[in-house]
């Protein structure tokens, strides 16, 4: 019994030890004097030069933290223990995030730098009036193929996958929203469509794409698809240019139909300290030379106009990265659909995958 | 008395234990089921559970389950009836033991390139002349890699009643004349079962609701419960049906361990 009570004794003694250790160390690293900004960020997504150059010319101390998930990054700022002064969430994630009050609303006053961002990314429909967000980077969802594997096809549009040669070579990605996208957009409907015949014509034309389709997997494909597991990939454009890096005989395409335009955008969370300073960041990466800068080490593409005149045209020219004005007309960016019909996309989507060839 | 209050004491973890994580929990999640996805109280999940998608996946998830267990315990009871006759046995089931100590991630991992076209079975397959397969996303390597998983929890569970079992009743049994078939067939397996039986529950029952090998090695080519399960809680946010699905989880698994419980009877 004493032993037992010796024991309980060295566990709570060592548990408070650590607890106190936490704390110190979260309030060395956490100050929150009005003179650091917290910067929440996806990772490897800035240059870390822009932040060095930031802190110098503001003398405002920059804590830069990151997130893998949009989902992640939501439940961190909803509880609140970190004092976030910008956030770089994804546009569906957005509307979420302003209905649960999670947004400071932006000053445009103090961002005259947002007259550089684009007009077509100016006014979007998860945040009208960007009342709440500034555009960081966008992309496209589309196909990324090994044209060595196909032996020369090319690729250009949804409805080449349906192609009987390609048995077995397409790796989807494991998201209603994409793979039901792609089968409205083949049909040349939109995918935001919640129309009951339309999604069950979706549904039925992506049946018939079972043979060819290999795996439904998350984020494996680029690791699959580097290796040459499979000829073909449904990715997101940043995934592309990254895998593209990688491997000389991955190409990218954004399908003719149609398909879906997304973008990372800087907010301001409810856990700011700094509002003042969280401006002037933003303002900072709206800077044409800053933003063009930033680009060429994400390599996605921005969304400021201006900072394209500083980047190289073989670049900015690559119609894969940026699509001309034509192809971007028929991209579109994901509406929140709401709970119940996202819940249908989602029952199609299992039904898809229960689908046996 | 004293005797008495101590053990009074002794008994409020368990009963902390047992409401806070085992009542309060399944409470919930039948409390969860019935609402709808716009959070009004109905009974249209249940409906739902009954429609061909989900009725489809049950059957198949049982389907799955049932072939993990079965092949597990075909390649498990021989192994531990090797095992019990070995010198060391401790040692070699300490080796069978080891694998189950690496994260399930990583494991899943590794069959990704062993699997995958240019991997280590796909080369040896090259080498031997049959040429390269596709192995990965498939149903064999699903139930491969589940096999692979799980059979040290069929293998402790025979193993231990093996080695409990008294040998000079096998030396009545070859004295009596029984031939070494007819010993295992009357005397041996009939008194392990009860291992045979939690082998099997402990198997079974995960193998139900896998999940996470079902994207990773089966390429979401298989679905169980538990890869609805997950969708409905994390993607859809439907956590009515996501619930509604695990009641019937909960209720399926209660008639196995009731199908296959260890009664006890007298010998």
Not at chain 1, 139 to 149: A, E, Q
Not at chain 1, 160 to 178: P, S
Not at chain 2, 28 to 55: H, R, W
């Amino acid at each position: 019994m004493k032993k037992l009570i010796q024991l309980f004794l060295v566990i709570a003694l060592v548990s408070a030890l650590l607890l106190y250790t936490i704390s110190k160390l979260n309030s060395s690293q956490g100050f929150t004097s009005s003179n650091t900004l917290t910067i929440y960020n996806w990772g490897d997504y800035i240059d870390t030069d822009l932040i060095d150059r930031f802190e110098e010319e503001t003398g405002i101390k920059v804590i830069y933290e990151t997130f893998d998930s949009n989902e992640a990054m939501m439940t961190k700022i909803e509880q609140g223990g970190t004092t976030y002064d910008i956030a770089i969430p994804s546009e569906y994630m957005i509307d979420k995030m302003r209905q649960e009050n999670l947004l400071v609303p932006l000053d445009h006053s103090k961002l005259p730098n947002l007259k550089n961002i684009d007009k077509r990314f100016i006014d979007l429909p998860f945040d009208p009036g960007n009342k709440y967000s500034v555009p960081y980077f966008w992309g496209t969802v589309g196909i990324v193929y090994n044209s060595k594997m196909l032996g020369g096809k090319k690729i250009t549009g949804w409805a080449d996958l349906w192609d009987k040669d390609l048995k077995n070579q397409i790796l989807l990605t494991d998201g209603a929203r994409e793979v039901m996208g792609m089968g409205l957009n083949s049909l040349n409907y939109s995918l935001n469509d919640t129309d009951e015949a339309h999604l069950q014509e979706a549904k039925t034309k992506l049946d018939a794409l079972t043979p060819n389709v290999k795996a439904i997997v998350g984020d494996e494909s680029r690791m699959l698809l580097e290796a040459q597991e499979a000829a073909i990939g449904l990715v997101w454009s940043g995934v592309a240019s990254e895998i593209m890096a990688e491997n000389e005989d991955l190409e990218y395409v954004v399908p003719k139909e149609g398909s879906n335009l997304w973008f990372d955008n800087m907010v301001i969370p409810r856990t700011t300290k700094n509002v003042d300073a969280a401006h002037q960041f933003i303002n900072f990466m709206l800077d044409p030379e800053v933003a063009a800068q930033n680009a060429e080490y994400v390599s996605y593409s921005t969304p400021n106009k201006e900072a394209l005149r500083y980047m190289p045209k073989e670049v900015v020219e690559d119609e894969r990265f940026y699509p001309s004005p034509e192809l971007t007309e028929k991209l579109e960016v994901y509406e929140n659909l709401g709970k119940k019909n996202l819940a249908r996309y989602n029952e199609l989507f299992l039904e898809f995958k229960m689908h046996r060839k | 008395m004293q005797n008495k209050l101590s053990k009074n004491i002794f008994f409020i973890p368990y009963v902390l234990w047992i409401a806070l994580f085992v009542i309060a929990p399944i409470l919930l999640i039948l409390y969860y089921s019935f609402f709808d996805i716009e959070g009004n109280l109905s009974l249209v999940n249940y409906q739902k559970f009954f429609t061909p998608v989900y009725l489809k996946m049950t059957l198949s998830s049982f389907w799955y389950a049932f072939l993990i267990t079965a092949i597990s315990l075909l390649v498990a009871y021989p192994t531990a009836l090797l095992l019990t006759k070995t010198k060391h046995k401790q040692l070699w089931l300490l080796l069978i033991i080891v694998p189950s100590w690496i994260n399930l991630l990583l494991k899943a991992y590794a069959f990704i390139g062993i699997f995958g076209t240019y991997g280590v079975a796909n080369g040896f397959l090259e080498v031997i002349g049959i040429g390269s397969q596709q192995i990965l996303f498939t149903d064999f390597s699903f139930i491969f890699v589940s096999v692979y998983i799980f059979i040290p929890f069929m293998i402790l569970p025979i193993f231990n009643a093996l080695d409990e079992l008294n040998p000079t009743l096998l030396d009545a049994a070859n004295d009596l004349g029984a031939s070494r078939w007819m010993t295992f067939r009357r005397v041996i397996f009939p008194l392990t079962l009860d291992g045979v039986k939690t082998g099997c529950q402990v198997v079974f029952i995960p193998a139900l609701s896998l999940f996470m090998l079902t994207r990773l090695i089966a390429g979401n080519r298989v679905i169980t419960l538990g890869t609805a399960i997950e969708q409905h809680f994390l993607v859809t946010q439907d956590w009515g049906m996501g619930s509604t699905i695990a009641v019937f989880l909960i209720i399926i698994m209660f008639l196995i361990m009731f199908v296959t419980g260890n009664r006890k009877q007298g010998v």
